[in-house]
Structure formats: structure tokens, C-alpha cells
């Protein structure tokens, strides 16, 4: 499972309000090979849920893994900061042996 933070909630719901997303939207996440640290972190939106991905419900928030990016992404929380140390999602990843710096890119 995916769990999402309540600031997290907060600025999906946010986002999708200030796009003018209907209902079908989800918030994908997913990983992809890059960055310092080997893997990265990707959130869209996307209306469209494929045969083999995950779909979690969190908060009101549906969030949509593909198989392949669930693997390293199980047990996961979604986070949101805005404070002086940075801004943006940020992914509490258990699974991660290691991240980098900036929180965006990790390695198992």
C-alpha cells in the first residue's frame, strides 16, 4: 500500500482543483532509472488505470502504481513540505537503502 500524508492531501486535492481535473484523475506514481542515487521518484496525474497496475486509496486520494514501480515503492508514505529546507513531495520510502541529498532520487 501507498499512504498519503495529510499536507500531501492537501496539495493533491489542491492541484487537481486548480487544473480543472474531473473525478477520473488519479495521482501516479512510479520510478524510473536516473538520478544521483540510481532511482527517481515521478507524480503525475492520469486518468487512465492500466490491466497490471496497483490502485490504493488514501485520504480521499487515489494514487496508481504500475507492478513494476510498486516493488520498490510498497509500504511507502507521500509527504509534502513547504517549509525553509526545501519544497515539494517528498517520498518516505522504507524500502530505500539509501537516498540522496534532495530526496528525489534513491537506491535499494
Known amino acids: 500500500?501507498?499512504?498519503?500524508?495529510?499536507?500531501a492531501k492537501e496539495k493533491v486535492t489542491r492541484l487537481i482543483q486548480d487544473a480543472h481535473l474531473d473525478a477520473t484523475y488519479r495521482l501516479r506514481a512510479s520510478v524510473a532509472g536516473g538520478g544521483c542515487s540510481g532511482l527517481s521518484y515521478k507524480l503525475d496525474f492520469?486518468?487512465?488505470?492500466?490491466?497490471?497496475?496497483?490502485?490504493f486509496e488514501d485520504k480521499g486520494?487515489?494514487?496508481?502504481?504500475?507492478m513494476k514501480s510498486f516493488?520498490?515503492?510498497?509500504?511507502?508514505e507521500l509527504d509534502f513540505s513547504d517549509g525553509l529546507n526545501g519544497k515539494g513531495f517528498q517520498f518516505n520510502?522504507?524500502?530505500?537503502?539509501?537516498?540522496c541529498g534532495c530526496g528525489e532520487?534513491?537506491?535499494v
Not at 492520469?46 to 490502485?55: A, K, L, S
Not at 486520494?61 to 504500475?66: N, S
Request: glycine share 2%; net charge negative; aromatic share 6%.
Open 105 to 107: 532520487s534513491f537506491s
Open 1 to 7: 500500500m501507498i499512504t498519503v500524508s495529510d499536507k
Open 61 to 66: 486520494v487515489r494514487v496508481v502504481v504500475d
Open 93 to 99: 520510502n522504507p524500502n530505500a537503502s539509501r537516498e
Open 46 to 55: 492520469d486518468n487512465e488505470v492500466r490491466p497490471m497496475d496497483q490502485e
Open 71 to 76: 516493488l520498490y515503492l510498497a509500504g511507502t
